[in-house]
């Protein structure tokens, strides 16, 4: 917690368990936040995360998570928010890219929330008149929140939904197209928090918008959050994420879109910090024309372990989506991809390509790729493929004829290994961004080339 | 004073513990071009892998040198720097690494000491249009999805942009269409006609004569079995083209019986 006067913060500690939800409901009355219906979904998802087992029932042999012993000791939940003046200019080091800080917030984007630990800091951004962007109380987005994103199936999305304790809606009507982004910015804060953020965009009838999600700070917090995306008839979302959370934290996110007719849906994702990462990313084609594109990365270096699960349903056809993965591993760093196309009996004409390639960079590192296309339709396209491997030695002596030295050669194929996921990402800063993140991680490396 | 040149003297080299080069005594002198001719199998390609340092190829024994600095203790980036280049018959793809980042990553590395962007820019336009190449070249990846001829275009690219000593082309013509072959050999004229790269010593690896049509050879080695066995001028790869390797091969056996 920051110093200084806040408002309406409250705080406990956290297990997962009907005690604690008992005492969010009280907070939450305290604060004239609860609502009866909120209550009971609240009560209805602890239900749900008891009940689910844990995901990954049957993970590698050689992995050092077990989602089912989670140790949630020390946590604090929090909710509420914080004034400006309480706010530190910069809470953590990486909060000096120019991109993060919040004058930065306030002037380059048509609008923003930034959220330290689960407080949303009450500061005052030009946001475009023509969008919303508030802090979520369950009063937004009926018909979208609770609807996209299937908590009752998933263990971590129940806890989310159980606990949410800060959030973000984002809401662009009709025809409003912006050239600046939206960014949520989430900083860890210095003491051990569970934070349950859940957030939800809501596109109007050809609407176009970016939006841009962060995670960044040095805590040592667990985050379970929920995305909830809604793209209207001709609407375009880039929604894009980057995780650079501190490297001792717990990161779980179940993420999942709706396209309606026309609608174009595009995941970027980077997944850089963490140690234990957990990614579902979504999408449903619900009506013709619809196209879904995702881009995920990850480089997982030291012990991080990210365990990254995506998915497309072309419920109706045509609808088109193109997939491509890139993850890389070294040190002792794991990871699994899972890759799902799902093309229903009614979504003739369809089009579904999945690429996911993965790098391993030292003998201790591993990466699982698990793709899997259930086609019930007649009449569609559907590719898919998959490698994993290593450095190509023959590239290596390559550029090193051209005077480039190993250590600089490895570095240069490993970066361009990311590019085909980087160069989609929307922006050259963006981009850049990510490609600075990825050069720092094989800086931090210790074990590369092994 | 050290010799000049890119010398190698009774070079062998295994490949997998079997022997390739069984000796081999050759000097390139600045600012000439010698051809190393010889059917497939005969040791060519290994030689131009041993001289730029490829991991896989064992030295037995012998040396090495370019303008008398040991070649065969440096790694291949310190071989480049010191004034090597191999055009490879194959060259590798970079998936992701653009041809304009991959040519000014190794220009600064080869040559640090100059180049602002704005020249760079000059130069590498000027060598494009020698080549016959479009400047979109420039943002694809390294060899990702070229044709044979792009590739080897863009070998020649690079040797004009890091004006080496010496250049060791291995089969820079096979797989070539006429045009192609054109455009490679004006660039490497043009190269030669430059103020850094008329002295530039090139071994012209080849399996066919025909490169030498257009880069003319000062002297002319035939390798066979991972030997030299006869060294001439550029008649010699007239006579190839009459006898063939097989009928070279007699006469060699017949002079040594």
Sequence with gaps: ??????????????????????????????????????????????????????????????????????????????????????????????????????????????????????????????VDPRVTVLPLDGSHAAGVMHEIVDWRADKFAALATAFRNCGAFVHVPDGVQLDTPIQLVFATAPDDQAVFPHIVVVLGKNARATVIERHVGDGDPFVAGIVEAQAGEGAQLDYVVVQQA??????????????????????????????????????????PGGRAETSALFFNTGLQHVDLTSGVDHLVGPTTSDTVVRSAATDRGQGRYVGNIVIRPKAHGSDASLRDDAL?????????????????????????????????????????????????????????????????FPGEALRDEVRTALDRKLDDATEIDG | ?????????????????????????????????????????????????????????????????????????????????????????????????????????????????????????????????????????????VNDGFSGGEKKRLEMLQMAILAPKYAVLDETDSGLDIDALQSVGKSINALRESDEGKDIGFLVITHYPRILEHVPADVVHIMIDGRIVKTGGPELADEINRIGYDGLREEVAAARA
């Design chain 1, 1 to 126: 917690m920051p110093s200084g006067t806040t408002e309406t913060a409250a705080a406990l500690d956290f297990t997962p368990t009907s005690a604690t939800l008992d005492e969010v409901v009280a907070f939450l009355d305290e604060l004239g936040q609860g609502s009866p219906n909120d209550v009971a979904l609240r009560r209805e998802a602890l239900a749900r995360y008891e009940a689910l087992p844990a995901p990954g029932a049957r993970p590698h042999r050689g992995w050092r998570y077990d989602y089912a012993n989670l140790s949630f000791d020390e946590l604090r939940w929090t909710s509420g928010s914080v004034a400006t003046a309480t706010m530190p200019a910069r809470p953590a080091h990486r909060l000096d890219d120019p991109d993060v800080d919040r004058p930065a917030l306030a002037t380059e984007n048509a609008g923003g929330l930034f959220f330290f630990g689960s407080m949303h800091v009450d500061a005052p951004g030009n």
């Design chain 1, 246 to 287: 501190g490297e001792a934290a717990r990161v779980m996110f179940s993420r999942a879109a709706r396209a309606e007719r026309d609608a174009q849906v595009r995941w970027h994702l980077a997944e850089l910090g963490g140690a234990l990462v957990r990614t579902v990313l979504d999408a449903r084609l619900e009506a």
């Design chain 1, 360 to 424: 391993l960079l030292s003998k201790h590192a591993h990466i699982d790729s698990v793709p899997a296309l259930e086609i019930a339709a007649n009449d569609v396209k559907a590719f898919h493929g998959a490698t994993i491997g290593s450095l190509d030695e023959d590239a290596l002596f390559y550029a090193g004829t051209r005077g480039i030295a190993r250590s600089a050669a490895l570095r240069m194929i490993t970066l361009g290994f990311f590019e085909p996921v980087v160069s989609r």
């Design chain 2, 1 to 141: 004073m050290p010799t000049r040149g890119l010398v190698a003297r009774d070079l062998r080299v295994a490949v997998e513990n079997k022997e390739i080069l069984k000796g081999i005594d050759l000097t390139v002198e600045p600012g000439r071009v010698h051809a190393l001719m010889g059917p497939n199998g005969s040791g060519k390609s290994t030689l131009a892998f041993t001289l730029a340092g490829h991991p896989g190829y064992q030295v037995l024994g012998g040396s090495a040198t370019l303008d008398g600095e040991d070649l065969l203790v440096l790694p291949p980036d310190k071989r480049a720097k010191a004034g090597l280049f191999l055009s490879f018959q194959y060259p590798a793809a970079i998936p992701g690494v653009s041809v304009a980042n991959f040519l000014r990553t190794a220009r600064m590395a080869v040559r640090p000491e100059d180049l602002n962007p704005a020249k760079f820019r000059k130069l590498v336009f000027d060598k494009l249009d020698t080549l016959d190449m479009d400047p979109a070249f420039l943002g694809r990846y």
